[in-house]
């Protein structure tokens, strides 16, 4: 497969595509301003600011057939085997700089604020991570209130051809699409689901006071990451999070565990069932997934325009989230016999995107799971609570 070519973020969205850009791009949202007195810190270059990041070239390429089989993970990022340089992540020592007098209450502000560019959010996250994020603990994670009742989840059978049109060049198998349907209505007791996904820095905690062996992948030579402390915690399997959840639970007397499908979908599209947590419309700079281009993990709430109606953070993207339930098909639905059945037979579902997948994956009714033959499926988690 040849790499395909990265294409620029329009400066008009009803502009014709050009003829590599046969494939549907979104439309561009309104931009914030970006004002001087919220940023902390004296003055900011030109090339850090919104206006700048979204003139980017984003990462957009168009696959030809399925992202299956026996594409490389590096193909499947849609990436060429040599090296590339990142556009973002050339520009994140001068955002670090210019972070440089910046203390904690500095940091925070500049993370939560969807005015100020992405490039300096991340700066902020990685600024936290080294020092000490405060919004960080593991026995007191912060925790949304979610009244559940009776809700619709999952996608109208009539709709797979339009979702499939509007994911057009991403080498997605209609089938995959069809595993969410058909929308149907559920009955959610209350519960709280977890503002962020659980971080390094509190699974650290988890495996100092339990004595457990089950070290994600991702810590190299057994080694803990402080660099990525406030980062999601991936490549994980379903069961060190179900322990991790058995813990928390028995260290604060509370019911922590893994959210079911409904629950993590209600939380992310909402009474309004919106296909992204922020709405109908995709944008990348609303969440940490492929079309980002920073191919790597950032501090938990460094999107916060993508928040959902809840105020969860990261559901679009940063990493994949399993959820509670075993694949089994809706009532009504056909099952879905793809690759994830062929590899484990029965597997435990995922929900979100992550840095390594590309935008349908963003789809709050998205339902997937992990592939241990790539990379490229970065296993994460979020808690419930039964109040």
């Known amino acids: 497969m040849s790499c395909p070519e990265l294409l620029p973020w329009p400066d ?5 595509p050009q003829p590599h850009q046969q494939h549907r791009q979104p439309q561009q949202p309104q931009q914030l301003q970006q004002p001087a007195e919220a940023l902390p810190f004296r003055a900011a270059s030109d090339d850090l600011s919104l206006a700048a990041e979204r003139a980017i070239a984003l990462h957009w390429p168009v696959f030809e057939r399925q992202i299956c089989g026996t594409f490389s993970d590096r193909e ?7 090296y590339v340089p990142d556009r973002l992540a050339d520009r994140l020592p001068a955002a670090m700089r210019a972070l440089r007098h910046a203390d904690t209450a500095d940091c925070l502000a500049v993370l939560g604020n969807p005015a100020i560019s992405l490039v300096l959010r991340h700066a902020a996250g990685q600024w936290l991570a080294l020092t000490g994020d405060p919004r960080l603990h593991a026995l007191q994670p912060d925790m949304i209130h979610v009244a559940g009742g009776r809700v619709e989840m999952g996608l109208d059978t009539a709709d797979v051809d339009r979702v499939m049109e509007e994911l057009a060049g991403l080498g997605l198998d209609r089938s995959w699409i069809a595993k969410e ?3 149907h209505t559920v009955t959610l007791a209350p519960y709280r689901i977890g503002r962020f996904p659980v971080t390094h820095q509190e699974y650290r905690e988890f495996l100092l006071d339990s004595g457990q062996a089950m070290l994600p992948d991702q810590w190299t030579y057994r080694r803990f990451p402080q660099e990525l402390a406030n980062h999601p ?9 179900e322990a991790y959840c058995a813990w928390l639970s028995r260290r604060t007397g509370r019911q922590f565990r893994l959210p079911s499908e409904a629950e993590w979908e209600y939380a992310a599209a909402g009474p309004e069932g919106r296909a ?4 109908e419309t995709f944008d990348p700079l609303r969440a940490n997934v492929c079309e980002t281009g920073l191919f790597t ?7 916060p325009d993508g928040a959902s109606w809840c105020g969860a953070q990261d559901m679009a993207g940063n990493v994949e989230e399993y959820v509670a339930d075993t694949y089994a098909p809706y009532a009504g639905g056909q099952r879905i016999d793809d690759h994830l059945s062929q590899i484990h037979g029965d597997y435990p579902v995922a929900r979100g995107g992550s840095f390594a997948r590309f935008r349908d994956l963003a ?3 998205r339902r ?13 988690f979020r808690l419930a609570e039964s109040p």
Request: proline share 12%.
């Open 12 to 16: 008009d969205p009803h502009q014709q």
């Open 76 to 82: 499947r990022l849609g990436l060429p085997e040599q």
């Open 181 to 183: 349907c058909p929308r």
């Open 233 to 241: 915690v991936h490549t994980l399997p379903a069961s060190a999070c």
């Open 276 to 279: 992204y947590p922020w709405g």
């Open 297 to 303: 993990t950032t501090a938990v709430g460094c999107f």
């Open 363 to 365: 789809r709050t009714r």
């Open 368 to 380: 997937h799971g992990h592939n241990p033959r790539s990379a490229t499926y970065v296993m994460g």
